[in-house]
Nanobody, 122 residues
Framework: QVQLVEAGGGSVQAGGSLRLSCAVS????????MGWFRQAPGKEREGVAQ???????SYSDSVKGRFTISRDNAKSTMYLQMNSLKSEDTAMYHC????????????????RGQGTQVTVSS
């Protein structure tokens, strides 16, 4: 059974930082492209960051320079370090695993967690 479980969300003031984690079981982390997407109420899913098998990363323009994605295959865990948070970063954040690093595939992957809420107050 594949499980992805996020943790680390919370409420912070603008300019603050949070570190999200995603614990993965049931699949080999190193065999998948891993990523994070978010969804705010009334808005579509937005791919935020992804990391490929070799550690190559890509980010949405909205978070580039502020967020850092990383993975620890030995611990089967992925992380998202979020700095300089803005009110527009407020959303439910989900981690996902996909067969390829493609934003449309990532945000529609059936391998995803339930999400962790991030709320940024200005």
């Amino acid at each position: 059974q594949v499980q992805l479980v996020e943790a680390g969300g919370g409420s912070v003031q603008a300019g603050g930082s949070l570190r999200l984690s995603c614990a993965v079981s049931g699949i080999r982390l190193s065999s998948f492209c891993m990523g994070w997407f978010r969804q705010a109420p009334g808005k579509e899913r937005e791919g935020v960051a992804q990391i490929d098998y070799e550690g190559g990363t890509s980010y949405s323009d909205s978070v580039k320079g502020r967020f850092t994605i990383s993975r620890d295959n030995a611990k089967s865990t992925m992380y998202l370090q979020m700095n300089s948070l803005k009110s527009e970063d407020t959303a439910m954040y989900h981690c996902a695993a996909a067969s390829t690093c493609n934003w449309n595939i990532l945000i529609r992957s059936t391998y995803r967690g339930q999400g962790t809420q991030v709320t940024v107050s200005s």
